[in-house]
């Protein structure tokens, strides 16, 4: 079984945004929304050290996602290879999942009434293609393939070379886009687009913290009424004449 | 007065009396209603058993794992139970929509609505007597009931708060109606609504379905009838409102004959004042 991840070249990549249109036509993404994007950091340092960054963002597909038990219907689920993948047959557009990606890798496509993200071109994937952002790169910065196969570039990249989790003190749930190139550019990237930690919604707080519980308890008190009572007609007896 | 030869509150009954109001069987529902009661059912049923499959964040998750598997091995895919939830769902509300345009004048105007499950202080009172009856802790005799008791009066108010709310929150759901925030809360109030209808179910179904005492109201579910002696004994404001119609339909029917009888020039007395004896087997 293959494990897909991505390695991003953050020295090669030149923040032409090719990756993000390829994006946007290969899976109709309206404006406003995106499955990846590439952001820049903005100068930072002193003169005449200056260092500057592109932070391509995208879905992390990570291990251990938290957008998975957001999703209340299952929608959003993991593969066996790892790409976190989004059933639309399932999804009615709740936003759980959108605020439980530490990442911001999810958008609502409000033309569907549904949420959408990167699945790696999971559709290309299957066909033997890479995914449509890679073969566009122009500088070729982003390089796909299998963690499970030993002879891959992004094998190399990750256990031989330093490529490196966006993973924070606060954040760190096995993300599989890694970033290659100076270590300054990730670390720049890192402060600039730090992960966020996973939010619920106000509604799923409201339903798991107590809503549950009180008709929980509603339902169990009811139930528990008419069994008194049944037990009760049981134990008496029932008679040829009612009253 | 016509009405004022039947009594305003319950007597003890002779014999005679009570074997033939059980004898005699008086209409409880229109056959729409017992159609539409059962159709209501089936779809609760399938409702609460797809929707139940459908919740699976481990967040607020309440079916265990197997019971999501055995309903996703029933349709084959959670995408198509989904799919099956939302089409009962659709042709329940669309259903109940028909029900509240065509039977608006005879359900659902304010007056009959307040007239057959508005609570007053008999049904306080029983309440009361009813619990306590129950649990085999009081031997008081029931107040006087309308058409519907006042449990039956306390879960219908109970289902006419709910019920559309659940069709709404619905339908935001299926239709992605006023965006994902709505969507959202529309998930929670959907779990809650039904949760409290679910939790009056239980009372209900007791009721209907198992309590001896009831056992009339059960069948006139099937075919719309009670006998006299249940509804006397058990609704007694109702069984004296259809005494009442009773009596003005013969009083009517006289007048008509008396008419008739006056146009053909007939001097002979059909003996108004005998209405009370009037033919017995009408209802």
């Known amino acids: ?243 | 007065m016509a009405s004022s030869t039947i009594e305003v509150a319950p007597l003890p009954l002779t014999v005679e009396r009570a074997e033939a109001m059980a004898q005699r069987q008086i209409k409880k529902h229109h056959v729409a209603i017992v159609l539409l009661h059962w159709f209501n059912a089936t779809s609760w049923l399938l409702e609460l058993s797809t929707g139940a499959g459908l919740i699976v964040s481990p967040y607020y998750r309440f079916a265990p794992v197997w019971y999501l598997q055995v309903m996703e091995g029933i349709f084959g895919s959670r995408a198509n139970m989904l799919r099956f939830h939302i089409a009962v769902g659709l042709t329940w509300i669309t259903v109940f929509l028909v029900y509240a345009i065509f039977g608006f004048r005879n359900y659902l105007r304010i007056e009959v609505v307040q007239h057959e499950i508005g609570l007053d202080n008999d049904d306080v009172e029983w309440l009361k007597v009813r619990t306590l009856r129950l649990l085999g802790k009081s031997q008081d005799v029931l107040p006087p009931q309308g058409v519907y008791n006042a449990g039956q009066k306390m879960f219908a108010l109970l289902v006419y708060g709910a019920v559309p709310l659940i069709m709404l929150t619905g339908l935001i759901m299926t239709f992605h109606w006023f965006g994902t925030a709505i969507v959202a809360w529309a998930m929670v109030l959907h779990f809650f609504t039904v949760g409290m209808v679910v939790s009056g179910l239980m009372i209900h179904i007791y009721m209907g379905a198992v309590f001896p005492e009831e056992k009339p109201a059960f069948y006139s579910m099937i075919t719309g009838m009670v006998n006299e002696l249940y509804a006397y004994q058990h609704h007694f404001k109702w069984w004296r409102e259809v005494k009442v119609q009773e009596q003005a339909w013969r009083e009517r029917i006289i007048e008509q004959e008396k008419l008739r009888a006056g146009a053909a020039g007939e001097p002979k007395e059909p003996a108004p004042s005998e209405s009370p004896s009037v033919p017995k087997e009408r209802l």
């Open chain 1, 1 to 243: 079984m293959p494990r897909y991840a991505m390695v991003i070249d953050q020295e090669r990549c030149v923040g032409c945004q090719s990756c993000t249109v390829a994006c946007k036509s290969e899976w109709d993404v309206p404006n406003g929304g995106a499955r990846t994007k590439v952001r820049q950091t903005g100068t930072a340092g002193q003169f005449p050290k200056l260092t500057n960054s592109f932070y391509v963002s995208q879905c992390n597909h990570c291990d251990r996602p938290t957008c998975v038990p957001a999703c209340p219907t299952g929608a959003t689920y993991q593969e066996a290879s790892g790409i976190v993948r989004v059933n639309r047959d399932l999804c009615i557009g709740c936003g759980s999942c959108v605020a439980a990606c530490p990442y911001g890798a999810r958008y609502i496509n409000a033309s569907l009434g549904k949420v959408d993200k990167c699945d790696f071109c999971a559709s290309r994937v299957e066909k033997g293609l890479q995914p449509t952002c890679v073969t566009t790169c122009p500088g070729h910065a982003k390089i796909f393939g299998d963690l499970e196969d030993r002879s891959s570039d992004v094998f190399r990249l990750v256990y031989r070379e330093t490529a490196r989790r966006m993973e924070s003190s606060t954040v760190a749930i096995g993300p599989n886009v890694y970033y290659a190139g100076k270590p300054e550019h990730a670390e720049l990237a890192l402060a600039s687009f730090a992960p966020v930690p996973p939010r619920l919604i106000a509604p799923t707080t409201v339903w798991r913290s107590f809503l549950n519980k009180f008709v929980y308890l509603a339902v169990g008190a009811t139930f528990l009424g008419q069994a008194v009572a049944f037990f009760h007609q049981l134990s008496s007896g029932e008679k040829q004449f009612e009253e």
